[in-house]
T-cell receptor, first 109, second 112 residues
Framework: RKEVEQDPGPFNVPEGATVAFNCTYS??????FFWYRQDCRKEPKLLMS???SGNEDGRFTAQLNRASQYISLLIRDSKLSDSATYLC??????????FGAGTRLTVKP | DVKVTQSSRYLVKRTGEKVFLECVQD?????MFWYRQDPGLGLRLIYF???????EKGDIPEGYSVSREKKERFSLILESASTNQTSMYLC???????????FGQGTRLTVV
């Protein structure tokens, strides 16, 4: 079983739609959690950290459920520029860092 | 701005060659990572290091080794390159186990 599981999609949504991604992790000792964004042929870049109380950054909301070991990302009012692959990232208690396989999002006019 | 620099963007090597991929970061980060990224498989952790001369195996260490002689530099070594090691290789560095990591631009390695 992979340590970090993510629905690969693809998700194809119209502009203005709300879309949600989920991610599960297997190591209950995991320390910290992130969502990264990766554009085609580019390196991954941090989108946002995920905090236990949930956090919001503009149109993006991230949530963490430690009991069920899942992380979510909600994007409201999708823009064309949101088209990318979204990567769920989990940092362990031994300094490792593991990624989900990524969820591909395409926002269409 | 954090900078993580990988020595080559594109590399073509022959089967059986010993290949060195270099990664340098300028933020005095403790942790450094090597991943390979393949379509449909995402980023898979090869090795990571949490201190100078320290290394830990990731999920797919076979056929690879690493070296961290200085804090800022983390090298990935393909002892005898094979065609199934053709991939995009990404290096990352991070300060600790809580804050985010930063990536280099990647090296696309082709083994022929």
């Amino acid at each position: 079983r992979k340590e970090v599981e993510q629905d690969p999609g693809p998700f194809n949504v119209p502009e203005g739609a709300t879309v949600a991604f989920n991610c599960t992790y297997s190591n209950s000792a995991s320390q910290s959690f992130f969502w990264y964004r990766q554009d085609c042929r580019k390196e991954p870049k941090l989108l946002m950290s995920v905090y236990s109380s949930g956090n919001e950054d503009g149109r993006f909301t991230a949530q963490l459920n430690r009991a069920s070991q899942y992380i979510s990302l909600l994007i409201r009012d999708s823009k064309l520029s949101d088209s990318a692959t979204y990567l769920c990232v989990v940092k362990g208690d031994n300094n490792d860092m593991r990624f989900g396989a990524g969820t591909r999002l395409t926002v269409k006019p | 701005d954090v900078k993580v620099t990988q020595s080559s963007r594109y590399l073509v090597k022959r089967t059986g060659e010993k290949v060195f991929l270099e990664c340098v970061q300028d933020m005095d980060h403790e942790n450094m990572f090597w991943y390979r990224q393949d379509p449909g498989l995402g980023l898979r952790l090869i090795y990571f290091s949490y201190d100078v001369k320290m290394k830990e195996k990731g999920d797919i260490p076979e056929g690879y080794s690493v070296s961290r002689e200085k804090k800022e530099r983390f090298s990935l070594i393909l002892e005898s390159a094979s065609t199934n090691q053709t991939s995009m290789y990404l290096c990352a560095s991070g300060r600790d186990r809580v804050t985010e990591a930063f990536f280099g631009q990647g090296t696309r390695l082709t083994v022929v």
